[in-house]
Structures are given as structure tokens and as C-alpha cells.
């Protein structure tokens, strides 16, 4: 039988979710109105909270040279040891990195009025904003807003795109591009197929982007900025600023990936897992709720093998 407490806790939460997505103000428009604690649909269930508090294990994700005459071994290595690796002289300007995540802290900064206008999860124009894409089916919400931009193959019209964000989306885009075909023909190589292998299963034409905006939690130990999960596509190409908070499974524990600057962070998708058949690993990660002053920023590009989709 229902038991009615339970039922009537259920009903008040899926209304308290419903208020706060219908008002369009994003975990950032809470913090600006000045709470000190967090609705209670962000607390995480104590199995996932102790779980974030369990001891952090001291290895280190490689770092990788891409300009290395051993790059193909390394990346091999790291992809099946790790599934995660920082990659620094990746050729693209520090200058466009900073300038991209900039681009995405000023459009979270945007004055709510006219930041709402952008937000929806009907994904079909090509650029959405929203406080979890899950928001309605997790079991308990995360403290992080969210863009997601279509890049390809049908890439979103850029006048979608809000114009404090634009003109950086698309020069990013160019250059993600070059360099997911260029880590795609290593990995490849690395299995001793022909390094076109994944470029011609069109593994870099299916483009999403989102970027996250992490504002600070007053209550970080209650809740996560992402919860546990491995990325479905073939690749991820990951931009971060300084703050941290990103974590992935290593064995039984979690290491903490610390930003580098001007570094990328690349980490193997599902997809690519099943295409080595299983000698490069899709590995679970996470980040932790943002306990700083300063907003977590990042921007990760999912390559996928068909027609992105937003939902
Ligand atoms: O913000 C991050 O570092 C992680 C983002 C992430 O894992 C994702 O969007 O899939
Ligand atoms: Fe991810």
C-alpha cells in the first residue's frame, strides 16, 4: 500500500521542482535572491552524499604532450587505463579558452529578465539554457545551470545563439573539430586500425556543446554540481577554469582532476568503449557541489557518431 506521508512528500516535491523551473532563474537566480540554504528537491540521498565524502585516491590522470613523438602509445595507455587525460601544446590559443568559458559566465550573468527568455528543454532550435537537463526525472536535482548548443552536423542558426556568447562559439567550434579528428586518428591508430577509421564513421560531425555554469553552494556537502556518469557519445573535450571539482573513478576510488591551465581534459565516451570493444575505457565522473566564491566553469564538446540531439 501507499503510504500516504510519503505520497503527499512526493506530490509537494514534483511541485516544488515545477515552481522552480516554471520561474526560469537557473540554481544562479536562487543564490542572487539571497538563500542561505538549498530547496530540499537538490539534497542527494545519504548513500550518495558519503559516497562523495569517501577518500580521494592519490594517483593522477596523465598529462599528456600532444606534440610527443610516443603520442600514440601514451594516449593509448592513458584511454585504457584511465579513460581520462589532460592534453596541454594541443595548438589551440589559451587566449580563445578563456575567452569562450568568459563568454559563457557573462551570458549566466546576464540579467535574469533576459536571461529567462533563452530558457527551455525543447531542444529543437539548437541552443537551450536550463537548470538540469534531467530535471524531471533525477531523483534529486544538482547545483548547476546549463547551455547546450547544437554544433553539427546541422549546426544551431548562430543568431540562436545569445550574442554575449556567439562570435566564441563559433571560432571554438572550428578548432574542436580539428582537434577531435586529430585525437580520433590517434586512438584509432593506437588500436592499429587505419587512423581515418573513426573519421569516416563520421565520429566528428555530431557536435553538442553545453556549458555549465557551477555558481557557489551554500550548503555543497548536501548536493552535487553533477552527478555520477559516463558520457554515451564517442568522445568528450573538456574546458575548465580554475575552481575544480571534477572527480573520476579509478579503481575502487575517485581522483580529483586538477584544471590545468590552458589544458583540455579528454575522456572516452560509451560509444568508443564499445568500437575498441573494450579496450578503452568509458569511466564515470562527477563533480563536486562548487563550495567556492568563484562560479565552476566549463565547456565540454560531445563527439558523437550520429545527429546530435538535444532533448
Ligand atoms: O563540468 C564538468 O567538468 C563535467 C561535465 C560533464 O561531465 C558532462 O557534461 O558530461
Ligand atoms: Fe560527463
Known sequence: MVNPIDNNQEYDRAKEVKEFDDSKIGVKGLIDSGINSIPKFFIH????????????????????????????????TAAKTFGFFQIINHGIEISLLDKTLSAIKSFNELETEEKKKYYRRDGGNGFTFSTNVDLFVSKAASWRDTVQIRLGPVPVEPERIPEV????????????????????????????????????????EGRLMVGHYYPYCPQADLTVGINSHTDPGVLTVLMENEVGGLQIKHGDGWVD???????????????????????????????????????????????????????
Not at 168 to 183: D, F, P, T
Open 165 to 204: 556568447m556567439r562570435s566564441e562559439v563559433v571560432e571554438i567550434n572550428g578548432e574542436i573539430k580539428r582537434l577531435g579528428e586529430k585525437l580520433m586518428g590517434l586512438l584509432a591508430e593506437g588500436l592499429g586500425v587505419g587512423a581515418e577509421r573513426f573519421n569516416e564513421m563520421s565520429c566528428v
Open 45 to 76: 540521498p545519504p548513500e550518495t552524499l558519503a559516497d562523495f565524502k569517501s577518500n580521494l585516491s592519490t594517483v593522477t590522470i596523465p598529462v599528456i604532450d600532444l606534440s610527443s613523438p610516443t603520442i600514440v602509445d601514451e594516449i593509448r
Open 257 to 311: 582532476v586538477k584544471p590545468i591551465r590552458g589544458g583540455l581534459v579528454i575522456n572516452v565516451g560509451d560509444i568508443l568503449q564499445i568500437l575498441s570493444n573494450d579496450e578503452y575505457k568509458s569511466v564515470e565522473h562527477r563533480v563536486l557541489a562548487n563550495s567556492y566564491q568563484e562560479p565552476r566553469l566549463s565547456a565540454a564538446v560531445f563527439f558523437n557518431v550520429e545527429c546530435a540531439s538535444i532533448t
